[in-house]
């Protein structure tokens, strides 16, 4: 998966580099965007989030690599 750090604190955009980017659109186009609160981790493509029960998606387990390197 590709992550690229948005200009806004704790926003990254996640895009699994697998899926081919249709005509006519932008890699931003086909991400999920990973928000990084101060109490969890949300993806809006999944509608998961960290602290839930639900298990960490794929999108979040990416921003949180990026975010520590």
């Known amino acids: ?5 948005c200009p806004i604190a704790g926003t990254y ?3 699994d580099e697998s899926q081919p ?6 890699s931003s186009d086909v991400s999920v965007v990973v928000y990084h609160y101060s109490w969890r981790w949300a ?3 999944c509608g998961t989030a960290t602290g839930t029960t639900r298990p960490e998606c794929g999108h979040i387990k990416a921003a949180r690599s ?4």
Not at 1 to 5: A, E, L
Not at 66 to 69: F, H, L, T
């Open 21 to 26: 980017i249709p005509v006519g659109k932008t």
């Open 13 to 15: 955009l996640v895009r």
């Open 66 to 69: 990026a975010a520590r390197s």
């Open 43 to 45: 993806c809006q493509g």
């Open 1 to 5: 998966m590709t992550v690229v750090r």
